[in-house]
């Protein structure tokens, strides 16, 4: 069977491996570690933002890849760590742990486009990739 030019999934869903020793829960942040690995959401540079953990994912006794982990790209709403309001929508915001963003770029990677903030969460864009170094400094 000739696959070039199928489709094989949205853009919206994507299957990554799971790092070792990891477990993904439902509806938290996904990043990719340096590895290539899916992991927690956590304030730490060098991660790059997946999007939103769909399924549990248990890798806890696992090896590099075992578990795979269903995660969404798209626009989801997370919890503000106090340091976002509303003069920050449409710039860049950062992971600052398992479904908490920041305004605070210093020891974080980015998580996508603040669209909304509301007492309740800020809404993100998780849909492009931002890379650290073009993310602008607040």
């Known amino acids: 069977?000739?696959?070039?030019?199928?489709?094989?999934?949205?853009?919206?869903?994507?299957?990554?491996?799971?790092?070792?020793?990891?477990v993904l829960k439902e509806n938290t942040i996904a990043v990719i570690n340096e590895s290539g690995y899916a992991a927690p959401g956590s304030k730490a540079e060098n991660l790059t933002a997946a999007g939103r953990v769909e399924a549990p994912a248990d890798n806890?006794?696992?090896?590099?890849?075992?578990?795979?982990?269903?995660?969404?790209?798209?626009?989801?709403v997370w919890d503000n760590d106090g340091s976002i309001n509303k003069t920050h929508i449409l710039?860049?915001?950062?992971?600052?742990?398992?479904?908490?963003?920041?305004?605070?770029?210093?020891?974080a990677s980015p998580a996508g486009i603040i669209l909304a903030v509301?007492?309740?969460?800020?809404?993100?864009?998780?849909?492009?990739?931002?890379?650290?170094?073009?993310s602008e400094a607040v």
């Open 1 to 22: 069977m000739i696959r070039t030019g199928n489709e094989r999934t949205g853009s919206a869903n994507i299957t990554v491996p799971v790092a070792a020793s990891t």
């Open 60 to 76: 806890s006794s696992g090896a590099d890849g075992d578990v795979s982990a269903e995660i969404r790209r798209g626009v989801f």
């Open 91 to 107: 710039k860049p915001c950062y992971i600052a742990g398992e479904t908490s963003v920041t305004i605070t770029k210093d020891g």
């Open 118 to 134: 509301e007492p309740d969460g800020v809404t993100v864009d998780m849909t492009h990739y931002i890379p650290a170094e073009a």
